[in-house]
C-alpha cells in the first residue's frame, strides 16, 4: 500500500493503479472521458489533469494527466489548485465548442458522463457564437443509433469495439483536424459486442435503438436487480420499466461475473417480455375452443385435476429453482421429470459429476480472463455462451500482459503496453471444432473434424499430459504432433484452462475435456474447466435433479398419467415431432405455465400466465455453480403471477398441505433448503424479503421519479398505494433507503454528480457492498471435492468414417435464432439468419451443387429442403444445420441423413 497526497490530505493507494483510478475510489470527483477501468488509460482527452509536485517543498508543480501517472508511494498531486482547474475548465470549453446544445431533448439527458464533468467543472456558459461542426450520421443496424455530432474524440468506442471485443468494421477515420467514428458504410455493425458502445460511449453517439422506439426519461424507469436468461452464464443485468412496459437491459456490473459488458442477445432480447405472443390471462380449451377465464376459474380447475391424481411434473431449465422446486413438490420427487431433451439432461448429469466429483474448478468469467493457456474442445463458444467469449478474447493478452510486466510497464498504461508488444504472440490458445468460429482469429492453431474425432483428440492430449490418462489408438502423425504441441503448452501455463461445452451432444467430447482438466491438476496445476451451458437455469434443474423426459413420455403413452404439469417449457424444442405429438395425443389433461404462446400452449386444455424474468423473483444457478437472486421489476397488468404462487394455490384448492404456509419467496427456499440440502446456500445467494436499512424498505424508483399520478390517470386521478412485495426488500415506490445497499440489492449505481450507469460504477465499484448483509453477487454452489481425484474416463471412440452415400448432420448454433425466448424479439429475429444447410466445398462439389442452390434433407423419415451454404471450414462428410430453428428444432443431432439436390433447382431464402 502506498501513500497518495492529494491536496496536502495523505492518503491509501494501491501502487498497481494510476493516481485517477484512486482518486475516484477514494470517493473523490475528477474528471475524465477517455479512462476506463475494462480498457485502461490512453491519455487521449486530456481533461483529467491534475497539478504535480516533487515533494512538499515544491510550490510550482506541473501539469500531469492523472490516468498516466502512477499511483507511487510519496506522489503528490493537487485536483483543486486553480492552475488544474482552469486546465480542466478549458478542456471542456473546448469540447463544447461543437457539441449540440440540447440537453433538454437529448435522449442521453440524465445519464450523460459529459452532463456531469460539464458541471463538475463549472462550464456552465457558452462563448463560442460561431457555425458548429457537424456529421452525418450513419445506419449501424436495429441496435444501436449513431448521433456524432455528440463525439468529442475521446476514443473509447474503437478502443473497445476492436481492441477488447475483436471488431473489425468500426474505424476512426481522419481527414485533417476531424475524426469520425463509423463504418466505412451504412450496414450493421457485426460484432456480437455493438450493443455495449451505448454505454461506453460518456455522450450518446451510439444509443440503443430499441429503447429510443420506447424512450422514457431514465430516473422514469422502475428497476431492479436481475439476471439475464438467454444463455447459462448468469450476467447481472438491470431492466428498466415505465407504464407496463420492458423499455431496455442495462450492465449490471458485476466483477466476477460479467464485469462491465454484455453480449447483443442478453442487452436486447427484453424484448420477449413485452412480444404479442404474451400469456396475459388463464385460457381453457373446452370443446375444442380455448377460451378466457377469470383467476378464481383457473385455481378451481387446476385444484380438481391435482386433486384426481396421477399426476406428473415436467420442469424446465429456464425457470427458476422455486418455481421448479414448487412443481417438485406438486407432484412428488419420483413424479418430478427434467424439461430437457434427454441427450441434453445426459450430457447435463455428466458435466455436474466431473465438477463435483473431480479436482478441477469451474472459473467465473473473471478468471477466465486470467487464463494463461485456453483449449477449447467441441464447442463454438460466441454463439451459444457469447460472454465466455469475450473473457476468452482477454485471456489471449496474457503473454502480451507479461511481457510488459517484465518490462515494469503498468497495465493500466494501455497504450504503453500495446506499443511494448507489438508482434508477441499470443498466448497458446487452440480450438478444436466442427468448423470455423470466431475466436479463430486469437488462436494459436485450430483443427476441424466430426466431433468423434474432436474427442480423440482430446484424449490424446490427456495422454500426452498423463500417460496414465487413456491412450488413443490409430492416431495419425499430424494428429499425435497437434497433441502433443496442445499438451505441451497447457502443461507450460500457470492456468491452464480447457472450456468444452453441449453443443454437439457428444459425451466423449465432455469426457476429454475432463481427462486433459484432471491430468493437469495432477501436476499441480491451477486448472479451470468451464462448460458453455445453454439455458439460464439448467445447472439448478440437475442440482434438483429429476427423471429424464423421455420416460414421461413412456408413462403417458402407456396410460399411466392423468394430468401433466407443464412448466414453463415448449416440449416442440425438447424431442421430434412425432414424439411430441404422439404424447400431445395422449395426454387427458394438459396443463401449461408460461409467460408465451408456443406450440405445446396451444393444445394444452389449461394455461396459466407466469410472469417473465422482470415479473417475477426467483433464484438461477449459472453454469459457474453461481446461484444468483433476481428480483420482480413490476407488476404486470393481468392474472400474471409466478408459477410457484399458481401451483400453491392450486394446491390449496385441492386441498393438499404440501405449501401450506408458502406466502412468500423465502418460505419456499427454506422448504427447498430442507428437501435438497445441495440447494440450501442457493438462500443466502442474496439478503430475504425482511432485509431493511434503518428500518426501511429499498425503492425500485429513482428519488427522481416523476408522474406517479399520471401513470394511473386513466383509472384514477388519486395517487393508489403502492403494492406489496412480500419476496423482497424492495418497495414498489421511491420511498425508502436511499444510500449505499448490499450489491446483490443495487440495480443502479448512483453517486451525488455522477449520473451516467458506466461512470458510477467505475465510482463506486470499491465501495459497492460494504454495507450491511449479503454484500456477495451470487454464491458458489459447486466447488471441487478435497482427496484423492476420480479415475479418467477410458473409452474413447473409433475413428470417424465418412459415408459414401450419408452425411453426418451436426447442429450449428447462431448468436440470434438459435435461443428460445430472444426468437420473440422482434429486433433479435431481423438479425438471425436464414435456416441454411452447410456443405464443405469437396461435398458440394461432388453433389453438383451450389452457394445458394436447394438441397433436399432426408432424415428419419421426413424430408426439408434448404439453400446451401459453403463453408470452407467444414470438413467433408459433415453437414451443419441451423439449431433451435426451423425446421431442426427438436431434432436430435448429430444424424446421420442423405442429401440429394432439389428437382426444383433454386427455391426462395426461408424466413425463420
Excluded at 482427496?787 to 473409452?795: H, L
Amino acid at each position: 500500500m502506498a501513500t497518495l497526497y492529494i491536496d496536502n490530505t495523505p492518503y491509501p493507494a494501491d501502487p498497481a493503479q494510476n493516481v485517477l483510478q484512486n482518486v475516484l475510489a477514494l470517493g473523490l470527483d475528477l474528471e475524465y472521458f477517455c479512462w476506463h477501468p475494462a480498457l485502461g488509460a490512453v491519455g487521449a482527452c486530456r481533461q483529467c489533469a491534475v497539478k504535480a509536485f516533487k515533494d512538499e517543498n515544491d510550490t510550482r508543480g506541473k501539469i500531469v494527466m492523472a490516468c498516466m501517472t502512477p499511483a507511487a508511494d510519496g506522489t503528490r498531486i493537487s485536483i483543486l489548485h486553480p492552475d488544474a482547474k482552469a486546465f480542466r475548465a478549458s478542456v471542456i470549453e473546448g469540447l463544447m465548442l461543437n457539441h449540440p446544445h440540447d440537453c433538454p431533448v437529448c435522449d442521453e439527458g440524465g445519464e450523460c458522463h459529459l452532463q456531469d464533468m460539464t458541471l463538475m467543472s463549472g462550464h456552465l456558459a457558452r462563448r463560442y457564437r460561431f457555425r458548429k461542426r457537424t456529421f452525418r450520421n450513419q445506419y449501424l443496424g436495429p441496435l444501436l443509433k449513431h448521433e456524432m455530432n455528440r463525439c468529442i474524440q475521446c476514443y473509447r468506442c474503437v478502443r473497445f469495439y476492436q481492441d477488447y471485443a475483436g471488431g473489425r468494421d468500426l474505424h476512426a477515420f481522419h481527414l485533417r483536424n476531424t475524426v469520425y467514428f463509423g463504418r466505412e458504410q451504412d450496414g450493421v455493425l457485426d460484432n456480437e459486442f455493438s450493443g455495449n458502445l451505448d454505454e461506453v460511449c460518456p455522450t450518446g453517439v451510439f444509443k440503443d435503438a430499441t429503447y429510443g422506439r420506447h424512450y422514457v426519461r431514465k430516473w422514469d424507469l422502475e428497476t431492479a436487480p436481475s439476471v439475464c436468461v438467454h444463455c447459462g452464464l448468469g450476467c447481472n443485468i438491470s431492466p428498466g420499466e415505465r407504464y407496463g412496459t420492458l423499455r431496455r437491459n442495462i450492465n449490471r456490473y458485476n466483477p466476477e461475473v460479467n464485469g462491465y459488458f454484455l453480449c447483443d442477445r442478453g442487452r436486447y432480447g427484453y424484448e420477449h417480455a413485452n412480444s404479442p405472443a404474451r400469456i396475459r390471462e388463464p385460457l381453457l380449451r373446452r370443446e375444442g375452443k380455448t377460451l378466457p377465464i377469470s383467476k378464481k376459474e383457473a385455481v378451481r380447475h387446476l385444484g380438481e385435476l391435482l386433486r384426481n391424481g396421477r399426476v406428473i411434473g415436467i420442469g424446465s431449465p429456464r425457470a427458476s429453482l422455486e418455481a421448479n422446486f414448487a412443481l417438485r413438490t406438486a407432484v412428488g420427487p419420483d413424479r418430478f421429470f427434467a424439461g430437457m431433451a434427454d441427450m441434453q439432461y445426459r450430457l447435463l448429469s455428466v458435466i455436474l459429476d466431473i465438477l463435483r466429483n473431480g479436482p478441477a474448478r469451474t472459473p467465473s468469467l473473471a478468471e477466465i480472463e486470467r487464463a494463461d493457456a485456453v483449449f477449447i474442445l467441441g464447442e463454438d463458444v460466441t454463439n451459444v455462451t457469447p460472454r465466455m467469449a469475450l473473457s476468452l478474447r482477454q485471456s489471449a493478452r496474457q503473454s502480451a500482459r507479461a511481457a510488459a510486466a517484465k518490462l515494469k510497464i503498468p497495465l493500466w498504461n494501455e497504450i504503453a503496453v500495446r506499443d511494448a508488444t507489438h508482434g508477441q504472440p499470443s498466448s497458446p490458445f487452440f480450438i478444436a471444432a466442427p468448423a470455423a468460429t470466431r475466436l479463430d482469429e486469437v488462436a494459436t492453431e485450430t483443427y476441424r473434424a466430426a466431433p468423434d474425432e474432436l474427442a480423440r483428440l482430446g484424449h490424446a492430449v490427456a495422454h500426452a499430459i498423463d500417460p496414465n490418462a487413456s491412450a488413443v489408438r490409430d492416431l495419425s502423425p499430424p494428429l499425435g504432433a497437434l497433441a502433443e504441441r496442445i499438451a505441451r503448452a497447457l502443461s507450460g501455463a500457470e492456468r491452464p484452462l480447457v472450456v468444452s461445452g453441449m453443443s454437439l451432444h457428444n459425451e466423449a467430447v465432455l469426457h476429454a475435456a475432463a481427462n486433459i482438466a484432471w491430468a493437469l491438476c495432477r501436476e499441480g496445476k491451477k486448472t479451470g474447466l468451464a462448460f458453455a451451458i445453454p439455458e439460464s437455469n439448467a445447472v439448478g434443474l440437475g442440482l434438483m435433479g429429476g427423471r429424464p423426459l423421455g420416460e414421461a413420455f413412456q408413462a403417458v403413452g402407456h396410460h399411466e398419467v392423468e394430468t401433466v404439469l407443464l412448466l414453463e417449457n415448449d416440449l416442440t424444442r425438447r424431442a421430434d415431432d412425432a414424439t411430441v405429438n404422439a404424447f400431445l395425443d395422449a395426454v387427458p389433461h394438459l396443463v401449461t405455465l408460461d409467460l408465451l404462446h408456443h406450440p405445446t400452449s396451444t393444445r394444452s386444455e389449461l394455461v396459466l400466465p407466469v410472469g417473465s424474468y422482470a415479473e417475477a423473483t426467483g433464484t438461477l444457478v449459472s453454469g459457474e455453480g453461481r446461484a444468483q437472486r433476481l428480483f420482480k421489476v413490476f407488476i404486470p397488468k393481468g392474472e400474471i403471477q409466478e408459477s410457484w404462487r399458481w401451483l400453491r394455490d392450486g394446491m390449496a384448492e385441492a386441498g393438499r398441505k404440501e405449501m401450506e404456509g408458502w406466502r412468500g419467496l423465502d418460505d419456499v427456499i427454506a422448504a427447498m433448503a430442507r428437501a435438497i440440502p445441495a440447494l440450501a446456500p442457493a438462500g443466502n445467494a442474496a439478503p430475504s424479503a425482511a432485509f431493511r436499512i434503518a428500518g426501511q424498505k429499498l425503492p425500485r424508483e429513482s428519488f427522481r421519479f416523476s408522474g406517479r399520478t399520471a401513470i394511473w390517470a386513466d383509472e384514477s386521478v388519486h395517487e393508489p398505494k403502492p403494492p406489496e412485495d412480500p419476496d423482497s426488500p424492495f418497495a414498489f415506490s421511491m420511498e425508502g433507503y436511499g444510500g449505499l445497499r448490499p450489491a446483490s440489492l443495487t440495480p443502479l449505481p448512483w453517486a451525488p454528480g455522477w449520473n451516467s450507469n458506466q461512470q458510477a460504477n467505475i465510482k463506486l465499484q470499491t465501495k459497492v457492498g460494504e454495507s450491511g448483509p449479503g454484500a456477495h453477487l451470487g454464491l458458489r454452489l459447486i466447488e471441487p471435492p478435497e482427496g484423492k481425484a476420480p479415475p479418467y474416463f477410458g473409452e474413447v471412440p473409433a475413428r470417424f468414417m465418412p459415408r459414401a452415400d450419408r452425411w453426418l448432420l451436426i447442429p450449428r448454433y447462431h448468436l440470434f435464432g438459435s435461443e428460445e425466448l430472444s426468437r420473440y424479439a422482434p429486433t433479435m429475429m431481423e438479425l438471425a439468419p436464414a435456416p441454411t444447410l452447410a456443405l464443405s466445398p469437396d461435398d458440394a462439389k461432388r453433389l453438383r451443387v451450389g452457394e445458394d442452390d436447394e438441397m433436399e434433407v432426408e432424415l428419419e423419415g421426413r424430408t426439408d429442403t434448404l439453400l446451401i451454404r459453403i463453408d470452407t471450414s467444414l470438413p467433408a462428410g459433415l453437414a451443419s444445420v441451423s439449431a433451435g430453428m426451423p425446421p431442426f428444432v427438436g431434432v436430435a443431432l448429430p444424424a446421420w441423413s442423405r442429401l440429394r439436390p432439389a428437382a426444383g433447382g433454386r427455391m426462395l431464402r426461408m424466413v425463420s
